[in-house]
């Protein structure tokens, strides 16, 4: 028990400034490729990133409307796409260094598929029934 709240506290810890105060994420960090990046990090803003592009997705494929299992598989190209083109482009980071491409392009994958089939078929059903 000891142990697990020595690791907690040395997480916050982490992320507190020189005063004692959380120290607030900066958004230009996320656009900047010489910003060092934790895993966790990485993995939070790749998340979110895949899941706003779910729901914008989602809104304009149910008022469009588009019905077919092929745009389900359009959808992952363009969300990996994206997450695949932020961290290697965008970032320019070293993918080994967080555990390869298959472990960041996996961040968040299963979350932003819910999201966007949810967000496609409740816009779908109710602008178009």
């Known amino acids: 028990m000891k142990e697990t709240k020595s690791v ?5 810890q982490h992320h507190l400034d020189e005063n004692g105060h959380f120290s ?3 958004f230009a960090k996320l656009l900047d490729p010489e910003a060092s990046w ?5 993995g939070d803003v790749l998340h979110w990133i895949r899941q706003v592009v779910a729901l914008l997705c989602g809104l ?5 409307p588009v ?13 990996t796409g994206i997450a695949y083109g932020y961290y290697a482009m965008i970032l320019k980071i070293d993918e080994e260094e967080f555990g390869g491409h298959a472990a960041l392009l996996q961040e968040g ?8 089939l949810l967000a ?6 109710l602008a178009h029934f």
């Open 60 to 64: 304009l494929w149910g008022a469009i």
């Open 38 to 42: 934790d895993k966790d990090q990485l």
């Open 8 to 12: 907690k506290l040395n997480a916050q």
């Open 120 to 125: 496609w078929i409740l816009v779908y059903s």
């Open 109 to 116: 994958l299963f979350a932003s598929i819910t999201l966007f």
């Open 24 to 26: 607030p994420f900066k």
């Open 67 to 79: 019905v077919g299992g092929i745009w389900i598989f359009i959808f992952l190209a363009i969300s």
